[in-house]
């Protein structure tokens, strides 16, 4: 399994575009790569999904790179209700044993 | 739709004691799989159960245990409960395995303290 490596904790600021990049220099030809958003005493919650160059949804955007050994999450105009922990996850398209790193600690100020 | 629901909500234990944790799937989701979150680690997979057999096991000591019945709800049981178990514990479903990390639905969990 490709080990992720992300930032322990980000800080910004209401209305600002919020990107959280993940390193995974072993991933592997068939490896997805996931984001997954989790609030305090929540369970976490599935953000957005993909293999490479550039995918978006309503929620947040996945930017790629070409050698795949990177990601980054962005979050257009981020709101208080932001706030939370970010992982970036690794993994076969069928594999839903979840291997969860320490995740990224978003904290959006007013 | 109702999502993936457990009960109880919290839970306070003596070490020593037993433990029964409970998860109801998605309605017509048949797989169910069992997350220990440590606070301020991410979750660690524990168990996966698909029509009532074990699909998949984490690093766990036999003290933890599952089970899952003909409805698709499932219970997680600990024994002679330590400290360090001490976690909230997550549930997740998906209609069958091999959906992958974008189909998993994760519950609220249950928030377990040893004391």
């Known amino acids: 399994l490709a080990k992720t490596t992300q930032p322990i904790s980000m800080d910004s600021y209401e209305g600002q575009e919020v990107n959280i990049t993940c390193s995974h220099n072993n991933i592997a030809t068939n490896d997805y790569i996931t984001w997954y958003q989790q609030f305090p005493s929540q369970g976490p919650r599935f953000i957005i999904q993909?293999?490479?160059t550039k995918v978006t949804n309503e929620v947040a955007s996945l930017f790629i790179p070409a050698d795949r050994k990177s990601s980054t999450l962005s979050l257009p105009r981020v709101s208080l209700s932001d706030t939370a922990v970010y992982y970036c996850l690794v993994g076969d398209m069928g594999d839903d044993k979840i291997i969860f790193g320490k995740g990224t600690r978003l904290h959006i100020l007013p | 739709d109702a999502g993936v629901t457990q009960s109880p909500t919290h839970l306070i234990k003596t070490r020593g004691q037993h433990v029964t944790l409970r998860c109801s799937p998605i309605s017509g989701h048949k797989s169910v799989s069992w997350y220990q979150q440590v606070l301020g680690q991410g979750p660690q997979f524990i168990f996966q159960y698909y029509e009532k057999e074990e699909r998949g096991r984490g690093n766990f000591p036999d003290r933890f245990s599952a089970r899952q019945f003909p409805n698709y709800s499932s219970e997680l049981n600990v024994n002679a409960l330590l400290l360090g178990d001490s976690a909230l514990y997550l549930c997740?479903?998906?209609?069958?395995?091999?959906?992958?990390?974008?189909?998993?639905?994760f519950g609220p969990g249950t928030r377990l303290t040893v004391t």
């Open positions: 993909g293999y490479k």
């Open positions: 997740a479903s998906s209609y069958r395995p091999g959906q992958g990390a974008d189909e998993q639905y």
